[in-house]
């Protein structure tokens, strides 16, 4: 029979000491009586004060956490549920006049309330989905207590049940597990652990567990940890919720439980009935695996006629019972209000079978449910659009997907952050732009059609974890198996640390990697690396050609040998990885920013690296520490022209910068991604032959003059039919004879252009892909450290002077990557300090 209810108080909450000794808490440290329960709860209380005021809870599956909402609902206190890390939004949102943390902490800001408290509102939650959104559902005490008992008696919970906090408190279900064992006087197993955590699994059997309570993805997670062959003598029932379960899931969760002698329940419910609105009857569950059953004791449904919906038998499913909300909550005003709804439009469409039994056909609205939360997609638009980001959503129950024009990584993140949702459950998919109705209207059919069918390929499991060393070497928090190199914004610096990393984890890698999703490359990975079949390996020529060019720089500066045409060499190859790094389909603001960052990972070491060879030598002025020399003039037999490499690649990097940042550019370069450096590379012609006849009125700075270098570099990444890659080559063999007035110089420069146009990549070995890849990675600090390092050796041995010029700028790189990656991390802490403290 229902308990009496008190209109300000929960009488699960304020009567718990009526079952006196029983266990009411198990944890990992030990267990709690209800007496003992009762007494923390009243202390809590106290602390809490008698005049109502508006809680809100960093919730936890804690016992602190537990104690404090239960004293709040005992004291006739509103609670405001939420989950720590969305607490900052909703307090900000609701002033609440007490904010309870861990540990029990209370922050109390108002001795009085600030708010007008209907005297009905117990329980603030946020809808399925919109987690730290200012919507919320206001729950009365007859809510929470009505939905207790409804579930107790269906599920027929008795005092000897233990169940397992399986599910977050601050969730719905979660909370119904909670409330409704709490009636019953049954045992709480509270954790904060994983079923996938074999912690779990002993806490459940040393607490004697006898339920268990999942989402779908809790079910995948259970089949992963082999649960249908776990010996659990205890266990009575499983209940399922938090969206839809495959029927042929739903049948073989039947059926292991009556082999196994549990019952299996699924349930369907939403925050605005408090939890529960039916429930299909385990016996019913294998004949009948597609339905959500009947409805909960008390509680009715009716199907209301859905216009354009086939079907006479169908309507969209509206509940009735004690446990229907309030109503909504959008500000503190809110909070004043009674009653503002009788009966609850579920939004879902659904007919009643001969059988008697409610099945969901599909739904009114856009919502979907994932992983237990009900997701607007048209709030994920709006919540994207806030952040500047133009976007189209759909879904199903396993995944969201959105459709942008900006970029995927970041997006995900984004979205994952808003929703709640783990990153994989969110796919992103750019393109040129959102399909669009005649009147402008987003074209949703045009949508499906782009994106392709929702149930997108999960990603293989890694042989190692290919995310963690992305995000290492990348120094990119966050990294999915949906993101690729050139998404997370690697440059040529990253690249060849990246390659050689990820050859030696997955075996010989695809020519286009960069541009691949991590999953993949893992998708047909289930055994062993692979083992290549011979000791032959290939080696990217970009790799190869950076390699071979600093040897040849170095050397020929000392010199050991002259074989000149290195730097120019490498300006070219500069030009092919600015086309493969910076110019993907990332938006232009991303593009934006990946390539002033690798201006900077080429500007601020040599800055750094010449200050101090000015402070320790006389050979360079102040004008080589701003890369400026050959701009302000050189002085005199003076040594400032060692960086003009340096200054060339960072003013052309600049100006690239500056160029593709104009939209009208963007979108040029997009559409004739191939004519577009051949245009530019025409263009530059004229400084390569000196049209203007520059040189007469003062030395002209060499980025000028070598630009159609990194044109031509350019234009070979992007030409991608033989025509193209002709006309590249016969623009090498026009253009590069002649400029230096060295033929051997010539043809060297030549042959590396020639090679990156046609041969992506050459045999090698492993032992000299990773001497290769070391040196092209840190050809950059080599070139700078030459200058310093040789003349000391000069007198000694020049072979010698070489080695030790590539040993310290090998070790310059290894240092400088180290502070790169150590200076960023301590930017991130800096700027979530910065965000926490603006938030409080």
């Known amino acids: 029979m229902p308990v009496p209810l008190d209109t300000r108080t929960v009488p699960f909450a304020s009567r718990l000491a009526v079952h006196g000794d029983r266990t009411a808490v198990i944890t990992a440290d030990g267990e709690l009586s209800y007496v003992a329960l009762a007494e923390q709860v009243a202390a809590m209380a106290r602390r809490l004060g008698e005049r109502r005021r508006l809680v809100l809870l960093a919730c936890a599956n804690s016992l602190d956490s537990l104690v404090t909402y239960l004293a709040a609902l005992a004291g006739g206190h509103p609670v405001l549920l939420v989950p720590a890390e969305h607490a900052d939004a909703l307090i900000d949102a609701y002033e609440p006049d007490v904010i309870a943390r861990g540990g029990g902490h209370l922050e109390i800001r108002h001795t009085t309330s600030a708010h007008d408290l209907h005297p009905d509102l117990a329980l603030l939650l946020s809808t399925s989905g919109s987690t730290g959104s200012p919507k919320l559902v206001r729950l009365s005490h007859e809510n929470l207590q009505a939905n207790a008992e409804s579930i107790a008696e269906y599920l027929d919970i008795r005092q000897s049940d233990r169940a397992p906090t399986a599910l977050p408190m601050h969730y719905c279900y979660g909370l119904s597990v909670v409330n409704s064992h709490l009636l019953r006087g049954a045992g709480l197993i509270l954790t904060d652990r994983s079923v996938t955590d074999p912690g779990f699994w002993e806490l459940f059997r040393t607490g004697r567990g006898t339920s268990l309570a999942g989402v779908p993805y809790t079910f995948d997670l259970l089949d992963r940890v082999g649960f249908a062959g776990m010996s659990l003598p205890g266990l009575r029932y499983v209940t399922q919720a938090g969206g839809r379960l495959a029927p042929e899931r739903v049948?073989?969760?039947?059926?292991?439980?009556?082999?196994?002698?549990?019952?299996?329940?699924?349930?369907?419910?939403?925050?605005?009935?408090?939890?529960?609105?039916?429930?299909?009857?385990?016996?019913?569950?294998?004949?009948?695996?597609?339905?959500?059953?009947?409805?909960?004791?008390?509680?009715?449904?009716?199907?209301?006629?859905?216009?354009?919906?086939?079907?006479?038998?169908?309507?969209?499913?509206?509940?009735?019972?004690?446990?229907?909300?309030?109503?909504?909550?959008?500000?503190?005003?809110?909070?004043?209000?009674?009653?503002?709804?009788?009966?609850?439009?579920?939004?879902?469409?659904?007919?009643?079978?001969?059988?008697?039994?409610?099945?969901?056909?599909?739904?009114?609205?856009?919502?979907?449910?994932?992983?237990?939360?009900?997701?607007?997609?048209?709030?994920?638009?709006?919540?994207?659009?806030?952040?500047?980001?133009?976007?189209?959503?759909?879904?199903?129950?396993?995944?969201?997907?959105?459709?942008?024009?900006?970029?995927?990584?970041?997006?995900?993140?984004?979205?994952?952050?808003?929703?709640?949702?783990?990153?994989?459950?969110?796919?992103?998919?750019?393109?040129?732009?959102?399909?669009?109705?005649?009147?402008?209207?987003?074209?949703?059919?045009?949508?499906?059609?782009?994106?392709?069918?929702?149930?997108?390929?999960?990603?293989?499991?890694?042989?190692?974890?290919?995310?963690?060393?992305?995000?290492?070497?990348?120094?990119?928090?966050?990294?999915?198996?949906?993101?690729?190199?050139?998404?997370?914004?690697?440059?040529?610096?990253?690249?060849?640390?990246?390659?050689?990393?990820?050859?030696?984890?997955?075996?010989?890698?695809?020519?286009?990697?960069?541009?691949?999703?991590?999953?993949?490359?893992?998708?047909?990975?289930?055994?062993?690396?692979?083992?290549?079949?011979?000791?032959?390996?290939?080696?990217?020529?970009?790799?190869?050609?950076r390699a071979i060019a600093i040897v040849l720089i170095v050397g020929s500066h000392i010199p050991v040998f002259m074989i000149k045409g290195g730097a120019h060499l490498l300006l070219a190859v500069a030009g092919y990885n600015f086309a493969r790094f910076t110019l993907t389909s990332a938006a232009r603001r991303l593009r934006a920013r990946h390539l002033g960052g690798s201006v900077a990972r080429i500007a601020v070491p040599s800055m750094a690296w010449i200050a101090l060879a000015v402070l320790l030598t006389a050979d360079y002025a102040p004008a080589n520490i701003a890369l400026l020399s050959s701009i302000v003039g050189q002085r005199p037999a003076s040594a400032d022209w060692h960086f003009w490499f340096v200054e060339a690649i960072v003013y052309i990097l600049l100006a690239m910068l500056a160029l593709t940042s104009i939209p009208a550019v963007d979108r040029t370069e997009r559409r004739f991604p191939f004519a577009t450096p051949m245009l530019l590379m025409a263009a530059g012609l004229v400084t390569r032959y000196d049209l203007p006849n520059l040189a007469a009125h003062g030395k002209v700075p060499p980025a000028l003059v070598v630009f159609w270098l990194f044109a031509l570099g350019w234009a070979a990444a992007k030409a991608t039919t033989t025509w193209q890659r002709l006309l590249v080559t016969a623009a090498t063999l026009a253009t590069v004879p002649g400029f230096f007035g060295d033929p051997q110089r010539e043809a060297l420069v030549a042959a590396g252009l020639v090679l990156l146009v046609w041969v992506p990549t050459v045999p090698s070995l492993a032992s000299i892909n990773r001497v290769a890849g070391i040196l092209a990675s840190s050809s950059l600090y080599i070139y700078l450290a030459h200058w310093q390092v040789f003349p000391r050796f000069d007198d000694v041995s020049r072979h010698l002077a070489l080695v030790a010029s590539l040993a310290v700028g090998i070790a310059f790189a290894a240092i400088a990557t180290r502070t790169e990656r150590q200076l960023a991390a301590v930017g991130r802490r800096l700027t979530r300090r910065s965000r926490a403290s603006v938030r409080d």
């Open 251 to 545: 049948a073989h969760y039947a059926a292991t439980g009556r082999r196994r002698g549990w019952k299996f329940f699924v349930m369907y419910g939403q925050t605005e009935a408090t939890a529960r609105m039916a429930y299909l009857p385990p016996d019913l569950a294998e004949a009948h695996p597609a339905a959500i059953g009947v409805p909960v004791p008390g509680g009715a449904f009716r199907l209301d006629p859905v216009p354009d919906q086939p079907g006479s038998d169908t309507g969209e499913l509206v509940y009735c019972g004690p446990n229907v909300m309030l109503g909504y909550a959008g500000s503190p005003a809110d909070l004043a209000l009674g009653r503002t709804v009788d009966e609850l439009r579920t939004g879902d469409v659904a007919r009643c079978t001969t059988s008697g039994l409610y099945e969901i056909v599909g739904r009114r609205s856009g919502f979907v449910k994932i992983f237990g939360l009900r997701i607007d997609p048209h709030r994920v638009e709006h919540l994207l659009a806030q952040d500047g980001i133009a976007a189209l959503c759909r879904g199903d129950d396993s995944e969201l997907v959105v459709a942008t024009t900006a970029g995927e990584a970041r997006v995900r993140r984004l979205v994952a952050r808003h929703c709640g949702l783990p990153a994989r459950a969110v796919r992103v998919h750019r393109l040129a732009e959102l399909p669009r109705l005649p009147n402008g209207k987003p074209d949703y059919q045009a949508l499906g059609n782009a994106v392709g069918d929702l149930a997108g390929a999960r990603p293989a499991p890694a042989r190692a974890d290919l995310c963690q060393l992305y995000a290492e070497i990348l120094d990119h928090p966050g990294v999915t198996p949906d993101d690729s190199f050139v998404r997370l914004g690697g440059d040529s610096l990253s690249y060849v640390e990246m390659s050689i990393r990820l050859e030696q984890a997955l075996g010989t890698l695809p020519a286009d990697w960069h541009t691949l999703p991590i999953r993949e490359l893992t998708r047909d990975l289930t055994g062993p690396a692979p083992r290549p079949a011979s000791r032959w390996r290939k080696l990217d020529t970009t790799v190869a050609l």
